[in-house]
Nanobody, 123 residues
Framework: QVQLVESGGGLVQAGGSLRLSCATS????????MGWFRQAPGKEREFVAA????????YYVDSVKGRFTISRDNAKKAAYLQMNSLKPEDTAVYYC????????????????WGQGTQVTVSS
């Protein structure tokens, strides 16, 4: 059974930090890129960040560059999103996903998804 389980969300004040984790099971992990996406109320889901299978390449949406850092641990089959200097506009449900290729730079290339974790940033 394929499972991607996000954790680490919560309520934080603007300027604060959170670290999201994505634990995977039942899915091949290391040869594939991992990504984080988010969906705010009334908005479409958007790409946030991606990391290639070996961690060599990372990709970020412009709005989080310099504030968020994606990482992965292939031995633990886990991915992470460190979020610093959070803003109210970062409020959303955050999803981790596994790509169907090694780079994951295209948002349409993801085929396994978690259930999401809520991140709420208060002003």
């Amino acid at each position: 059974q394929v499972q991607l389980v996000e954790s680490g969300g919560g309520l934080v004040q603007a300027g604060g930090s959170l670290r999201l984790s994505c634990a995977t099971s039942g899915v091949t992990f290391s040869p594939f890129a991992m990504g984080w996406f988010r969906q705010a109320p009334g908005k479409e889901r958007e790409f946030v960040a991606a990391i290639s299978w070996d961690g060599t390449n990372t990709y970020y949406v412009d709005s989080v560059k310099g504030r968020f850092t994606i990482s992965r641990d292939n031995a633990k089959k886990a991915a992470y999103l460190q979020m610093n200097s959070l803003k109210p506009e970062d409020t959303a449900v955050y999803y981790c996903a596994r790509a169907n290729n090694a780079e994951g730079s295209n948002a349409v290339e993801y085929n396994y998804w978690g259930q999401g974790t809520q991140v709420t940033v208060s002003s």
